[in-house]
């Protein structure tokens, strides 16, 4: 928790794996189990940015429009997949975003 809360953002890649892997813990209930613990910190962080004036309201709606577009999509879908398959999908996310840190560092340009 503290170091997905001081990274930031690390939560489904630092806990899900962590419930699964450490703790034995079932994928589908530690994905709901790390969505649902989500909820209680976004909504901390949320209010705090949103107190310093951090929060830009049409991007929010528009980013959480899809965002409840893709849960749904994501527990319909989930229920066709075994564990390992969910946990397999996680894999390459973490990967795009190394790649476009390091792509923005190197060549200086924005995606």
Do not use: C, W
């Amino acid at each position: 928790g503290f170091f997905s809360g001081f990274l930031g953002g690390g939560a489904g890649y630092i806990r899900m794996p962590s419930m699964v892997y450490v703790l034995g813990i079932p994928t589908h209930l530690a994905v709901g189990t790390d969505l649902f613990e989500i909820i209680i910190s976004a909504s901390y962080g949320t209010f705090t940015h949103a107190i310093k004036g951090n929060v830009d309201i049409l991007i929010a709606l528009v980013m959480h429009t899809g965002a409840v577009i893709g849960a749904q999509i994501g527990v319909v879908a989930t229920q066709y997949f075994a564990g390992p398959k969910i946990r397999l999908a996680f894999v390459p996310l973490p990967l795009i975003g190394v790649a476009i840190v390091i792509y923005t560092l190197v060549s200086g340009h924005k995606l």
